[in-house]
């Protein structure tokens, strides 16, 4: 079962002043207009319509809110490249995402979406190169991954973590995603619920870990009345 399936609307910001004062951690979620962004927020919950997907670009205007714990959020960014937007809505919307990413405090990280047809276009670069400063993680959703061969799949995602090799360590991860398939679910929970301080079902945290070498102390020993029989 989706570890955020709890997740429930809680309130839409369209000014600084009515952020929820009672934020402990929050995770944003920023992405290119209809690059799977909301779509994401769908997966990751395990809902069908939590997040407002649209077809139309700039349909999100303001901050979305989405209560996962007692004071632990995803929020909804508006979606950047939006050219049918009216200039006024761009004007609030480049006021409201600066100075919410820039100034907020309970904020833990930021889920960048790209299409991994077209990752790191220049709005990505623009928003990526503003927000590092900030010292915060990114972790990059490779969106539409079912849309690409499995080979496709690996270049893209070879390419990325490349690119990531050039920002330095500890802070930049990256993965594929696809709503469609509900491939890369469980790889992105591990990253968020780490940011968010929410723990992991024993299972998934096992899992995450990766099997114990051969022989460590995790190793599955042989049950009694399995394997050699000693003394007998």
């Known amino acids: 079962m989706p570890l955020f399936q709890n997740a429930v609307f809680h309130t839409t910001v369209a000014n600084l002043r009515d952020l929820p004062q009672d934020a402990i951690s929050e995770v944003a979620f920023a992405g290119r207009s209809n690059a799977g962004k909301s779509s994401a927020i769908n997966t990751l919950a395990g809902r069908v319509r939590l997040a407002f997907v649209s077809k139309t670009p700039g349909r999100t205007q303001h901050l979305n809110y989405f209560t996962l714990a007692a004071g632990k ?69 490779l969106s539409k991954a079912d849309k690409l061969s499995r080979q496709e799949q690996t270049k893209v995602l070879r390419e990325v973590k490349a690119e990531l090799v050039n920002w330095g360590e500890g802070r930049y991860s990256v993965q594929l995603f696809s709503s469609l398939k509900k491939t890369g679910v ?44 000693s003394g007998r």
């Not at 930021?110 to 990526?128: S, Y």
Request: proline share 11%.
């Open 186 to 229: 469980e790889e992105a929970e591990a990253v968020l619920a780490g940011w968010l301080g929410i723990e992991l079902p024993q299972k998934a945290a096992k899992e995450n870990k990766g099997p114990p070498d051969k022989g460590s102390p995790g190793a599955k020993m042989p049950q009694q009345g399995q394997g050699t029989r």
């Open 73 to 141: 959020y995803f929020v909804d960014l508006p979606g950047y490249g939006y050219a049918k937007a009216p200039e006024e809505i761009r004007t609030q919307w480049e006021g409201l995402i600066g100075p919410y990413l820039s100034r907020r405090g309970p904020l833990v990280g930021l889920v960048v979406i790209m299409d991994c047809r077209r990752p790191f276009t220049e709005l990505d670069c623009n928003l990526i190169n503003w927000f590092r400063p900030t010292g915060r993680p990114i972790h990059i959703l």
